[in-house]
C-alpha cells in the first residue's frame, strides 16, 4: 500500500512516491529519466531525453490559452544520498522508505530527496491533469544538480520558446529567490607515502553528533565540520606524543557539511592515558565553541586490530595534518549589497586517505565572480605548497539580479492576493541552476520558489505536507494567470 495515498495534493504525493522508489543519486539518474520519458510518450507528450539523461516535456496549452506565452518549469531530478551510520540500504540499488508524521514526509534511514524531488512531482501532477488552465509549458528537469550542475551545463535548450520561468528548486515557502551564488568543486590531491612499523596499539578515533547541513543554505549557521575538527584533533595528538595514522575519512558530498570523520591510528602502548586525556580535553574544547550549533558532538576511541601496519610516513602526516589545520573553511565574507547574506563561502565536504595521496574535496560559493576564484586561488597555492595538485570542477556562473522582471511582480501580487501579506524576495547563498540556464535562453525572466523543505542533505530532511499543497495551488494559480490580468 501506498505511504502518502491519503496526503493532499495527492497527484502530486503519488508521484513524489513512485520517483522515491527509484534510485537517483547524482551520476545514476538514467532509471528516473527512463520513467520520465515513458510518462511523457504514454500521454502523447512530445520529450526530448538527451545523452546526460537530462529531460524536456512540451505540455500544450490548456483551452483558452493557446496564444499565452509559454512558461518554463524547472528542477532537477537527481538528489543527495546520504544514510545513517548503521542503515542498510543500498541507495543505488533500491528506493527510499517513505514515512509520514502529522506535519512531514521523511525518509527513514536516509535524506528524503525533497530536494528536488517535489519539483519534479508538481511537473508531473500538471502534466497529467486536462483540467488544469495553463498556458504551453516546457518542462525543463536536469541531472547531476546536486554535484556541480553538470546536467543544467550540458543541456540544449535551443528548442524552447518560453522566456519565462519557474524554478521549483527552493525550501522555503513565502520566499522567492532572485538571485544565487555560483560556485566551483575543487579536488586536491597530496602525495604520501607509507612504511612499515610494529609493537603498537591500535585505535579508531570518531567524531561525530555533527548536524551537518547544505553547504550553501546553513553555512551561516556555523556548524562544526567533521574533516576540520578531525585535524585539529590530530594536530593536539602530535603534540603531545608520538603517533602514527594508517587511514583516515570523512565526509561524502561537497555540497553536505560533514557529520562525521573517523581515522585509524597507532601510539606505543604507554600512551594510552595520554590519548584518552588528550581526548577528553579536545572534546571539552569543541562542545565549548559549539555548544549552540553542534551541542551534540562527541569523539569516542575504541582500540581495534591493523592487519597491516603500514602508516604514514612521518613527514607525509605532518603534511596532512598541517593541510587540514590551515584550510579555511565556512564563511569568507558577507555580502555588502545585501545584508545578512552570505557573499563567498566554502566547504571541505570530502576528506579521504587513499594508497597513494590525501583526497580533498572542496566547494566553493560566492555571489562575485571574482572572489569566487580568489578563495579557489588560496586553496590551491595552500595545496601546491605542500606538493599536492588541485583540479577544478563543476564551475557555474552566479544567477545575477534582474532589475526588470514580469515574473516577479506577477508572484509578489498573487501571493498578496492569496495570503495577505507580502512575501520576502531575496538572493540565496546556495547554487541555482538559473545562472546556467540564463546563459542559455537570451532575456530569461525567472523566480525560485517551493515549498518548506528541512534539513536537506541530511538524514533528518523532511517535507511539509501542508506547505507542499500551499504551494501547488499558488502554481496553479500563477499558471492561470494571462497576460492581460
Known sequence: MAVLSELEPKRVFHYFEEISNIPRGSYHENAISDYLVSFAKERQLEVYQDSLYNVIMFVPASKGYEQEEPVILQGHMDMVCEKTKDASIDMEKEGLTLCVDDQYVFAKDTTLGGDDGIAVAYMLAIAENEEIAHPPLELVITVCEEVGMEGASGIDLSMLKGKRMLNLDSEEEGVFLSSCAGGISLHSKLPVSYEEVSDLCWYTISISGLLGGHSGCEIHKERANANQLLGRLLFEI???MKVYICAMDGGKKDNAIPLEANVKLGIDPSDYKLLEHTIEQVQQIFKTEYS???????ITSEECENANAFVLKQRDMEHVIHLLMTLPNGVCGMSMSMPGLVETSLNLGVMKLCDEYLFLQHSIRSSVTSKKYFVANQVECLVRSFG???????????WEYK????????????YEKMYGKKPTVEGIHAGLECGLLAGKIADLDCVAMGPDILDIHTTAERLDIASTKRVYEFLLEYLKMKDLN
Open 388 to 398: 599536492g595538485t588541485v583540479e577544478r570542477k563543476g564551475d557555474y556562473p552566479a
Open 238 to 240: 602530535n603534540k603531545n
Open 403 to 414: 532589475e526588470e522582471s514580469v515574473v516577479r511582480p506577477r508572484v509578489i501580487a498573487l
Open 292 to 298: 549552540q550549533s553542534d551541542p551534540g558532538i562527541v
